[in-house]
């Protein structure tokens, strides 16, 4: 996979290309990275490209030109030359693992990395495959979020972490928040590990987890729990994690 970045801190992406396992996986030609810079693209010797909103009020706009050549050339760059454009935008759909699953299917992803007030909307309704939003919230630019979506799909391709079935297992991976997981020591500041995890017993183990995955889901994301068609055993265990969790409400009112 190739992902670029259009960015005006090509710097700040040292973070997903030289550290952890995306460092590692890039060192292991499991995928390449490219920033482009728009300001080779301005029209004028200083680099900007920016200018202020028609219609007025605060802030500047990034104009469409210089952002366009960077796409092209990003295309250009590609074996294919038909990378899917994403703008990260707090107005996209939100990044879901489903998304970044999808993602992680592609050869070539361009990130556009906005700055400023936003971005010229003609670059985005010509140019841009679709935008993707991490949260209900706004930063100073794109360059964080397209690297929390770059983390999110790259740690889906095959190799890049040490071991598949940590992608597997982690939370909404199947459409549940991951259980609690522990490791050494047994016993810290008065809390133990449940005996089930020392058992050895894996039947009993994989029940455990899911128990706590529906509980813990149940509990923090219940919206979740809305849209997921439960199998029978997933049933049973939240009927009786409802049931368990109505008996501690009464013990605590008696």
Partial sequence: MLIQAITLFPEMFDSITRYGVTGRALKQNLWQFQAINPRRFADNKLGYIDDRPFGGGPGMIMMAPPLQ???EEAKQQ?????GRVIYLSPQGMPLTHAK????????NIILLCGRYEGIDERLLQSSVDEEISIGDFVVSGGELPAMMLMDAVLRLIPG?????????????SDGLLDCPHYTRPIEFQGMEVP?????GNHGLIAEWRLKESLRRTLERRPDLLAK??????????LEAIKEAIKQEQQDSQS
């Fill in 100 to 107: 970044a699953a999808e993602l992680a299917g592609l050869d």
């Fill in 195 to 199: 005996e089930v995890l020392r058992t």
């Fill in 228 to 237: 997921r068609s439960l199998i029978p055993k997933e049933s049973r265990l």
């Fill in 160 to 172: 890049v972490l040490g071991d598949a079935q940590s992608a597997e297992q982690d939370s909404f």
């Fill in 78 to 82: 590609q074996k294919t030359g038909s």
């Fill in 69 to 71: 050549a960077a796409i």
